[in-house]
C-alpha cells in the first residue's frame, strides 16, 4: 500500500484509491445455496467451493419426492441467488394391497413418510407392526389378522362341558355346561368366546341342590333354626309379631331348582328399601331384606371394581328415614403388571379398574394376542405375548444349495450361508441375516455355470472350438498344427471350475529359436503363439505392460537361423492426472507413471470408503476409492424439552439440529448444534432444567452483554468515518506518519 500511495500524483487521486480498495475488499461471491423440504443441491453443485458473479447451479428433487413444475436451475447476480422455480410433490404410494379381515386407516396421508394404520374385524388379533410406513420404493411390510382365540375352559367339577377338542375355542364359538343328577349350574350355562381373547362370562360351576337359610323375619319369625342351609322339600312356616301383617305365603318349600316355591313372606313396617350410590350398593344380605322396621340396620359395600377408602358402611332406619352413608370408595389399583418374556407396558394411561396399558414388544418381537391390557376387579385380563420375528424359509437354490435345511422358518438374527455345485459360481451375497422386518438384508444368490474365454486363434495350425459362444465347465478342445509344424504343449485342453483351462494351448514352431525381447519389450500376443520360426517369418515386439513406444521398428526377421537385431526403444506409461471425484483430490508428487502410487485426500466433512493409495496400471490409475459425507449419531431424547430432528437417518455434516425447552424450563448448553467433520458434534446436546432466580440472572446478563456488543460495533463505525475526516480535512494523504498512524487497522486489507 505504500508503494501505491507513494506514486499517486495528487491528493484527490490518492483519496480516490483510497476508497476502490474498500469497496473491492467489501465485493464477496454468492453465498454457498441451500435447498428447501423437499430440494436438494445436485452432486455436481455441492463438489464447488466457490460461488462468482454468474455461477448457476441445479436443484433436484429430495428422496421420496418427484418433480411437478418449474426450473432447476438458480443464477449469482450481484452477490445474490435467483429464486429458485422447482417444485416438488411427494411420492404417492396409493392404496395398500387388500390384506383378508383387514382395513387400512388411511386418514394421515399415503404420502412419502406418512403412516397408516392397519385394523382387524372383529374377532381377529394384528400379527406384525400396527402400522406402515410410505417409502420411496413403496409400502413396507405388511401385518396380518388371525382369528381371536379363548383359553379351554378348565374341567367342571360334578358336571360337564361341551368342549372337547384339543384346540382352543376361537371368537364367537359358544360352549354349554350341565351338572350331574343332584347339582345345580352357579354361573351362566353358555359362555362365549368374545373378541378380547376372553369369555362374555366367567365358566359356572356345580354345586349340591340347596336353598339359601331364610333371612331372620323382621317383627315375625320362622319355623328354621339349623345353622345349615335347607334342602330339597324342606318345609319353613313364618308368623309375625303382634302388630305386624304376614304378606306372602305362611309357608314355603325348598325345590329342586335351589329356589324356594315362593317368595318367603314379610312382616312389613315403616321405612322404604335403600338405595346405593354411583360407587356403593347394599350387600347381598340387605337386599335380601323386604321389610325394614324401625330401628333396621342394613350394611353397604363398594361396588365392583372399587375398595373402601374410609366411613362406616351401616344406616339406620330412624322414624320412618335413613340415617346418612358415611362409606367413601376408591377405584382398585391393579398395581404393576407381572413382567412377561421380551415384553415391556406404557402404564401411563394409569394402573386403576378400568385402565388400559399397552404391551410393547422388544426389537427383534412381534405381539400375539391383544395390544391392551384391562385392569378388571379380579386384576390385569389377558395379557398378549411376544415371539420372535421369522423370515420365510428361503427358495431352493438351482445348482447350489444353503445351510437351512429346518422345517421351521428362519428367526430373527439368524444367518444362511449358500454355496454352488460343481463347475458353478455365486452370483450374489454368499451370506445372508433374517432382519427384525422379517426380511432378509439382500436377496438369496444364484449359481450360474463356469464359462472360459474362447481359445485364440493357433498360429500355423488349428483347435476343435468353432462356436461364437465360450466355452463351458468340462468342455474339451483339441489342437493340431499345419504341414511342417511341431505342436508344442497339450494337444487337448480343458475348462475348469475357476474359468480357466487346465493348461496353455499349445503352439506350432518352426526353424528359429523363439525370440526374446528385453527390460522393456516383450514379443506381441501374434508372436508368443508361434511355435515354429521358419526362414524368412518376421515377429514383431511391443512395449512391456506398463510402457510405450519411444521410437524405432517393432519387427525383427528369421534369417539364416538368426534374427535381426531389435531396433525398439520404450519408455515407462504417464498415467496423467486421475479423473476428478465427488469431494475429493488427490497428492501426485510420487509421480504418475507406471509403477507409481498416489494418495487420495477427501474434503472437510467426508470420509474415505476404499483403497487410501491408487497405482498406475498398463490401463491407467487402479480401482478409486470414494469420498462419503461424515455422519454423527441421532442425538438422544431431551428430557423436558425437543428438538429439530425427526428423521430417521443419521444427521450429515454440518447439518444442525436446534432444541427448544418446555415451559417453565430453561436451556443449560447451546441451543443449535452442528455435525462436525470428526462425525461427532461441535459441542454436546444441551439439558432442560428447571427454572431459577440464578438462571433469570443469567438470562439478563446475556441480553446486556448483547445490547453492549451493538453499541461497540456502532462506535467502531463512527470512529471510522472521524478518521477519514480528519485526514480529508488536513488535505494531505502522502505523509506516511499520519498513514501509519490514522489508517494502520485499514493498511492490511
Known amino acids: 500500500m505504500d508503494v501505491l500511495l507513494d506514486t499517486c500524483g495528487c491528493p484527490r487521486a490518492r483519496y480516490l484509491l483510497l476508497i476502490y480498495i474498500f469497496v473491492l475488499k467489501a465485493a464477496a461471491d454468492c ?57 416438488c410433490k411427494r411420492k404417492d404410494c396409493g392404496q395398500p394391497e387388500p390384506q383378508p379381515n383387514m382395513r387400512f386407516d388411511i386418514s394421515a396421508g399415503t404420502l412419502f413418510g406418512d403412516q397408516i394404520r392397519a385394523i382387524c374385524d372383529k374377532g381377529y388379533e394384528i400379527r406384525g407392526p400396527s402400522y406402515m410406513t410410505c417409502y420411496n420404493s413403496g409400502w413396507s411390510r405388511k401385518p396380518r389378522c388371525e382369528m381371536v382365540t379363548c383359553e379351554k375352559p378348565t ?73 345349615d342351609d335347607p334342602q330339597y322339600g324342606e318345609i319353613i312356616n313364618f308368623s309375625c309379631n303382634e302388630g305386624y301383617t304376614l304378606v306372602g305365603k305362611s309357608s314355603i318349600v325348598c325345590s ?13 313396617a315403616d321405612c322404604p328399601k335403600p338405595e346405593g350410590s354411583t360407587n356403593t350398593v347394599l350387600t347381598d344380605e340387605a337386599l335380601l331384606l323386604n321389610a325394614f322396621p324401625e330401628g333396621t340396620k342394613v350394611s353397604f359395600e363398594c361396588a365392583n371394581g372399587h375398595d373402601k377408602e374410609k366411613g362406616s358402611e351401616f344406616i339406620t332406619c330412624i322414624d320412618g328415614k335413613w340415617s346418612e352413608l358415611d362409606l367413601t370408595c376408591k377405584r382398585k389399583d391393579c398395581g404393576q403388571p407381572e413382567p412377561q418374556p421380551n415384553m415391556r407396558f406404557d402404564i401411563s394411561a394409569g394402573t386403576l379398574f378400568g385402565d388400559q396399558i399397552r404391551a410393547i414388544c422388544d426389537k427383534g418381537y412381534e405381539i400375539r394376542g391383544p395390544s391392551y391390557v384391562t385392569c378388571y376387579n379380579s386384576g390385569w385380563g389377558k395379557k398378549p405375548r411376544c415371539e420372535m ?48 422386518t422379517g426380511e432378509y438384508d439382500s436377496p438369496p444368490p444364484k449359481c450360474e455355470v463356469v464359462t472360459c474365454e474362447k481359445p485364440t486363434e493357433v498360429i500355423n495350425g488349428r483347435s ?29 485342453i480343458v475348462c475348469s471350475e475357476t474359468g480357466e483351462y487346465d493348461s496353455q494351448p499349445p503352439k506350432c514352431e518352426a526353424d528359429c529359436p523363439k525370440p526374446e525381447g528385453s527390460t522393456n519389450t516383450v514379443l506381441t500376443d ?59 483430490r488427490f ?9 507409481d502410487q498416489i494418495r487420495a485426500i477427501c474434503d472437510k466433512g467426508y470420509e474415505l470408503k476404499g483403497p487410501r493409495y491408487m497405482s498406475c496400471y498398463n490401463s491407467g490409475w487402479g480401482r478409486k476409492p470414494r469420498c462419503e459425507m461424515v455422519t454423527c449419531e441421532k442425538p438422544t431424547e431431551v428430557i423436558n424439552g425437543s428438538c429439530s430432528w ?16 418446555n415451559e417453565g424450563y430453561t436451556l443449560v448448553g447451546k441451543s443449535s448444534i452442528v455435525c462436525s467433520e470428526t462425525g461427532e458434534y461441535d459441542s454436546p446436546p444441551p439439558k432442560c432444567e428447571e427454572q431459577t432466580e440464578e438462571a433469570e440472572y443469567n438470562k439478563n446478563i446475556a441480553s446486556l452483554m448483547v445490547v453492549v456488543g451493538v453499541i461497540f460495533v456502532a462506535v467502531t463505525v463512527c470512529g471510522t468515518g472521524v478518521i477519514f475526516h480528519r485526514l480529508k480535512k488536513r488535505g494531505s494523504y502522502d505523509i506516511k506518519e499520519d498513514l501509519k498512524r490514522e489508517l494502520l487497522p485499514f493498511q492490511n486489507l
Open 256 to 268: 329342586e331348582t335351589g329356589d324356594y316355591d315362593s317368595q318367603p313372606p314379610k312382616c312389613e
Open 464 to 492: 476343435s472350438w468353432n462356436s461364437e459362444d465360450d466355452p463351458q465347465y468340462g468342455e474339451i478342445i483339441n489342437f493340431s498344427c499345419n504341414e511342417g509344424y511341431t505342436l508344442v504343449g497339450n494337444a487337448t
Open 646 to 661: 425427526n428423521s430417521e437417518d443419521d444427521p450429515q455434516y454440518r447439518e444442525i439440529i436446534n432444541f427448544s425447552c
Open 587 to 595: 497428492d501426485i508428487s510420487a509421480g504418475t507413471l507406471f509403477g
Open 31 to 87: 453465498p454457498k445455496p441451500e435447498g428447501s423440504t423437499n430440494t436438494v443441491l445436485t452432486d455436481e453443485a455441492l463438489l464447488l467451493n466457490a460461488f462468482p458473479e454468474g455461477t448457476k447451479v441445479s436443484f433436484e428433487c429430495a428422496n421420496g419426492h418427484d418433480k411437478e413444475k418449474g426450473s432447476e436451475f438458480i443464477t449469482c447476480i450481484d452477490g445474490k441467488w435467483s429464486e429458485l422455480d422447482l417444485t
Open 389 to 436: 420375528v421369522t423370515c420365510e424359509k428361503p427358495t431352493e437354490v438351482i445348482n447350489g444349495r444353503s445351510s437351512w435345511n429346518s422345517e421351521d422358518d428362519p428367526k430373527y438374527g439368524e444367518i444362511i450361508n449358500f454355496s454352488c455345485n460343481e463347475g458353478y459360481t455365486l452370483v450374489g451375497k454368499a451370506t445372508i441375516v433374517c432382519s427384525k
Open 155 to 227: 374341567e367342571v367339577i360334578n358336571g360337564s362341558c361341551s368342549w372337547n377338542s384339543k384346540d382352543d375355542p376361537q371368537y364367537g364359538e359358544k360352549l354349554h355346561f350341565s351338572c350331574n343328577e343332584g347339582y345345580t349350574l352357579v354361573g351362566k350355562p353358555s359362555i362365549v368366546c368374545i373378541e378380547t381373547g376372553e369369555y362374555d362370562s366367567p365358566p359356572p360351576k356345580c354345586e349340591v341342590v340347596t336353598c339359601e337359610k331364610p333371612t331372620e323375619v323382621i317383627n315375625g319369625r320362622s319355623s328354621w333354626n339349623s345353622e
Open 526 to 584: 501374434e508372436a508368443l503363439l508361434l511355435n515354429a520360426f521358419p526362414e524368412g517369418t518376421k515377429v514383431s515386439f511391443e512395449c512391456a505392460n506398463g510402457y510405450v513406444k519411444e521410437k524405432g521398428s517393432e519387427f525383427i526377421t528369421c534369417i539364416d537361423g538368426k534374427w535381426s537385431e531389435p531396433d525398439l526403444t520404450c519408455k515407462r506409461k504417464d498415467c496423467g492426472q486421475p479423473e476428478p471425484q465427488p469431494n475429493m
